[in-house]
């Protein structure tokens, strides 16, 4: 984990999210949370990351999700090099 990104604020940032019960809440809470960009940011990484977890080529996950090759390399290098949180959150959901 970062240490420069454990901090009180971000502790209470992910509390807040942890207490969301529904999708419903989560759209209420990151719609006042962040702008549509930096939502629509955060959920095109996380569909790029489950495409290389499915073995896509970098061209495949562009042409679907629009992500450039930098960001394609980015999200690998976190799921090759990163804390495995992606791991986590894959092996607790089932892909739609």
């Known amino acids: 984990m970062n240490k420069k990104l454990k901090t009180d604020a971000v502790d209470y940032l992910f509390d807040a999210i942890l207490s969301l019960k529904n999708r419903d809440e989560c759209y209420s809470f990151f719609e006042d949370l962040c702008t549509v960009n ?16 499915s073995h896509k080529t970098y061209l495949e996950i562009a042409d679907k999700t629009g992500a450039s090759t930098a960001t394609i390399s980015r999200v690998n290098r976190s799921l090759n090099y990163g804390n495995d949180g992606y791991d986590l959150v894959f092996g607790r959901i089932t892909q739609k």
Do not use: C
Request: no cysteine; glycine share 0%.
């Open 38 to 53: 930096e939502l629509l940011s955060l959920s095109q990484r996380f569909e790029v990351a489950a495409m290389l977890k």
